[in-house]
């Protein structure tokens, strides 16, 4: 099945400061999607980016596809941005979906 | 409206209790999920419900039991559960699930299970 690797697995950041996160996958993809998971659980929807540059607020993200591959950007870095952010694929010849294994993102005051 | 609910947010039970987990979305979404979410872990796929049929069981043991009544909820019935069974469990949804492309997955707030 399709792997997914994130870097770096752990980041501290002083609030403020900007990061740039990166996942890494093994295979063609048709659904590439970011998540940040909060300190309750919950998994909160950053982009659906299979390929091409999207931005929202602080926060960007690439997919270079044919190159198999993604960045989040996060600037301005606020200490409601700790937590853990995954990225999760979908491979175009397989439909389920794989998390890697996260960046947990501390952000301190 | 985005979300997906569960039900409960916590749940405590002992080996031998029969227990349901629900999950409900008004999304129109004709795909629902159940992952587990272990701690320090990524989530992992167990099940998947496309049109309310159950198309993908991911080796799960028995002992969790899907069940799809309409399009909008889904259940998890646990039952005879062991300790390492402990963990985070999540639901989903998405327009579709198939070959044809790749759907944006909406996840609810999760139940956090704890087996004693």
């Known amino acids: 099945g399709i792997q997914v690797e994130q870097s770096p697995p752990d980041l501290i950041l002083q609030e403020g400061a900007n990061s740039t996160l990166r996942c890494n996958f093994s295979?063609?993809?048709?659904?590439l999607q970011w998540f940040h998971q909060n300190p309750w659980g919950q998994l909160i929807n950053l982009f659906y980016i299979p390929s091409g540059t999207k931005q929202n607020g602080r926060l960007s993200a690439t997919t270079v596809a044919t190159e198999r591959y993604s960045l989040l950007y996060i600037s301005s870095s606020q200490t409601t941005d700790s937590g853990v952010y995954f990225c999760a694929v979908a491979g175009n010849y397989g439909q389920n979906f794989v998390f890697g294994p996260g960046t947990r993102l501390s952000v301190l005051p | 409206d985005t979300e997906v609910t569960q039900t409960p947010k916590h749940l405590v039970m002992g080996m031998t209790n029969k227990k349901s987990l629900k999950c409900e979305q008004h999304?129109?979404?004709?795909?629902m999920y159940w992952y587990k979410q272990k701690a320090k872990k990524p989530p992992e796929l167990m099940f998947v419900?496309?049109?309310?049929?159950?198309?993908i069981n991911e080796s799960v043991p028995s002992r969790f039991s899907p069940e799809c009544p309409n399009s909008s909820l889904l259940n998890l019935h646990l039952h005879a559960l062991q300790p390492e069974d402990s963990a985070l469990y999540l639901c989903?949804?998405?327009?579709?699930?198939?070959?044809?492309?790749?759907?944006?997955?909406?996840f609810g707030p999760g139940t956090r299970l704890t087996v004693t």
């Open positions: 989903a949804s998405s327009q579709a699930y198939g070959t044809s492309g790749g759907y944006e997955q909406y």
């Open positions: 999304m129109g979404h004709r795909a």
């Open positions: 295979d063609s993809v048709n659904n």
């Open positions: 419900y496309s049109y309310e049929k159950l198309s």
